[in-house]
């Protein structure tokens, strides 16, 4: 089992930064994968960025170059760091966290979400 805690979300002005961070804790045997989706008022949840355990990232084209997502594993902590934040950035935030047993099989765990809002 894997328990996720997010923090570091809020509400901040346009053109402003917030840093979000996502701790696993629990029993597993390692993480893989960890990420950041978000839904947005009316919208689908979507992918904001994922990295793995060897530090690949990928992003979604809407944030490419404003986020950065970071991990450290001693910590089992992923970050993303959110610059230049705009109006349409507001969603709740949800990180995830891909458990690894000892078979090599995955087990994706989410966090409770932390809402971001930018003023415009």
């Known amino acids: 089992q894997v328990q996720l805690v997010e923090s570091g979300g809020g509400l901040v002005q346009a053109g402003g930064s917030l840093r979000l961070s996502c701790a696993a804790s629990g029993t597993f045997f390692s993480i893989a994968g960890m990420g950041w989706h978000r839904r947005a008022p009316g919208k689908q949840r979507e992918l904001v960025a994922a990295?793995?355990?060897?530090?690949?990232?990928t992003y979604a084209d809407s944030v490419k170059g404003q986020f950065t997502i970071s991990r450290d594993n001693a910590k089992n902590t992923v970050y993303l760091e959110m610059n230049s934040l705009k109006p349409e950035d507001t969603a709740v935030y949800y990180c995830y966290a891909d458990q690894r047993n000892i078979f090599d099989h995955t087990t994706r765990y989410w966090g409770q979400g932390t809402q971001v809002t930018v003023s415009s």
């Open positions: 990295i793995t355990s060897t530090g690949s990232t």
